[in-house]
């Protein structure tokens, strides 16, 4: 069990935006109950909330550079800061869930660094 949730966060937190919506998509398809959803992105170690009629940065897209999305719906997953193999550098993760009728309409996603 713990062995599965650990694959399930190494799984959706991958290296940059293109590579993470990969994942996500892969785990939680266009069409996926929203509640679903956001039981998947739990399990992947994200803690989520929804947001009404607000928009928000997509960095997956194929140049890297930000697309304003919205306002819409949506549910908002954050991973928090984590740390690398760095003890000064962490990573963190931020997925955008579109909500349309109940259901994941599109996967927004930005990963970024900190540190020094």
């Not at 993470?20 to 998509?25: C, F, S």
């Not at 785990?27 to 509640?35: A, D, L, S």
């Not at 919205?70 to 991973?79: A, H, R």
Request: aromatic letters at 8%.
């Amino acid at each position: 069990m713990l062995r599965n949730m650990i694959e399930d966060v190494l799984s959706l937190m991958q290296a940059d935006a293109l590579s993470t919506k990969a994942a996500v998509v892969a785990q939680v398809p266009i069409g996926t109950p929203i509640t679903q959803a956001e039981q998947t992105m739990r399990r992947g170690g994200f803690k989520c909330s929804r947001v009404v009629h607000e928009s928000y940065a997509d960095y997956a897209n194929s140049d890297g550079k930000q697309v304003v999305r919205g306002p819409t719906t949506f549910l908002y997953c954050d991973s928090g800061d984590r740390r690398t193999r760095s003890w000064f550098v962490s990573k963190r993760w931020q997925v955008s869930l579109e909500d349309v009728g109940g259901r994941v309409a599109y996967v927004g996603v930005g990963v970024g660094v900190t540190g020094p």
